[in-house]
């Protein structure tokens, strides 16, 4: 990987993280279908500086590292605020079953850091970000629009993806476990 620090895919990351407090205030005001809009906008340039880095080779372990923890928080600031309007039915069991799985991974991240080993996503954990984005637009425009649609779509797609969340946990707590065996940690 390359040690470049300032590449156009690490900016995309940053620009994730920067509209976050823009997507907590868009919730807290009841504009869902512009906090919606934000969520797909960040999807999207997830999608992008994932495609940038590869097609003009500016990997990075920073990127590697920060294109999760991007995701993570953007789960964080949707489903924290989600569930702070009851009106939405957001269940406090989902957002803590998420953001438990996602603590844990990036702790195990960090673990393997240490020894040198970088983990990047993975194929169920990029599908359980879809399925993750997709679930919190749907509730989003469920503030603005109440519609069983929005609602009922929204909560399945995020069961769904807490399914693949632990799938992919196992995964990765199994690639943590050889890594750290194989070093003697």
């Known amino acids: 990987m390359r040690k470049r620090v300032v590449t156009v895919p690490n900016m995309i990351t940053a620009f994730r993280i920067m509209v976050l407090p823009l997507l907590a205030i868009l919730i807290v005001r009841g504009d869902g279908w512009s906090a919606g809009f934000v969520i797909i906008v960040a999807g999207l340039s997830d999608i992008l500086d994932g495609w940038w880095a590869r097609h003009y080779k ?4 920073l990127g590697t590292l920060m294109d999760p923890v991007a995701d993570k928080l953007m789960l964080c600031v949707g489903s924290v605020y989600l569930v702070a309007r009851p009106e939405q039915h957001f269940s406090a069991l989902v957002c803590t079953l ?9 702790g195990l991240r960090a673990v393997l850091a ?3 080993v970088v983990m990047g996503a993975g194929r169920i954990g990029k599908m359980k970000t879809l399925f993750q984005i997709s679930g919190l637009v749907g509730l989003m425009w469920a503030i603005s629009s109440p519609i069983p649609f929005f609602i009922i779509g929204g909560q399945t797609l995020l069961w769904i993806s807490v399914v693949l969340s632990y799938g992919s946990m196992a995964k990765y707590s199994w690639i943590a476990y050889r890594e750290l065996r194989a070093k003697q940690v």
């Open 98 to 106: 998420l953001l438990s799985r996602e603590f844990f991974v990036t």
């Open 58 to 61: 500016q990997e990075s372990a």
């Open 114 to 116: 240490t020894i040198g």
